[in-house]
């Protein structure tokens, strides 16, 4: 069974540097992209980005100029870093496996993300 | 980017059938995705395309779309049901988008 589990400061200042990481425990990287989003106190879900096993990324073009996410296989886990943080980015944040999925009968795609990860409270103070 | 509107709260008596919806213009040609998420808790996916169900979610939770709007049926909503329902796509621009959420209360 595939699971996630995430850690990182959960306390930072204002202009530094955000930094998490998720191990992969019970599957590969292989033939999925592996997510980040997080979830402000109180609202909906925001997509951060994504990178696969070769370590090909896509990112929010809102969070592009200050993320990072890498991958390290020998390890099993990927990780993100955002720097230049400000109160606006506190938030609960999650990482998960994304699942891409083309019909081709309809000609429709179709995305999901499962497993997360536990979550982690990222507190900016200014 | 294109929103994905959802009711803010919805209500249901234990036991009784409640539909939770979700409206946006992708959704026409990209498959939604539904998630559950208690509080202080990750997502939970209970619905993927093609209105499939993830081994472990109940029969209950059923979803199907029509045109633009994605709906997340609970049929004999229990107390544990209670929780915020996010539904999920992409837009025209291949941009990422959760829908706004529904909190929903079995009363």
């Known amino acids: 069974q595939v699971q996630l589990q995430q850690w990182g400061a959960g306390l930072l200042r204002a202009s530094e540097t955000l930094s998490l990481s998720c191990a992969l425990k019970?599957?590969?990287?292989?033939?999925?992209?592996w997510s980040w989003f997080r979830q402000p106190p109180g609202r909906g879900l925001e997509w951060i980005g994504e990178?696969?096993?070769?370590?090909?990324?896509n990112y929010s073009p809102s969070l592009k100029s200050r993320l990072d996410i890498s991958i390290d296989t020998s390890k099993m886990q990927f990780s993100l870093k955002l720097t230049s943080v400000t109160a606006a980015d506190t938030a609960m944040y999650f990482c998960a496996r994304s699942v891409t999925y083309y019909d081709m009968s309809t000609t429709m795609w179709g995305e999901w993300f499962d497993p997360w990860g536990q979550g982690t409270l990222v507190i900016v103070s200014s | 980017s294109s929103e994905l509107t959802q009711d803010p709260a919805v209500s249901v008596a234990l036991g009784q059938t409640v539909r939770i919806t979700c409206q946006g213009d992708n959704l026409r040609t990209y498959y939604p995705t539904w998630f559950q998420q208690k509080a202080g808790q990750a997502p939970i996916l209970v619905i993927y395309p093609k209105n499939k169900r993830p081994s472990g979610i109940p029969a209950r939770f059923s979803g199907s779309s029509s045109g633009n709007t994605a709906s997340l049926t609970i049929t004999g909503a229990q107390a544990e049901d209670e929780a915020d329902y996010f539904c999920?796509?992409?837009?025209?621009?291949?941009?990422?988008?959760f829908g706004t959420g529904t909190k929903l209360s079995v009363l």
């Open positions: 019970g599957g590969s990287f292989s033939g999925n992209y």
């Open positions: 999920y796509s992409r837009d025209s621009s291949d941009n990422r988008v």
């Open positions: 990178i696969d096993q070769s370590g090909t990324t």
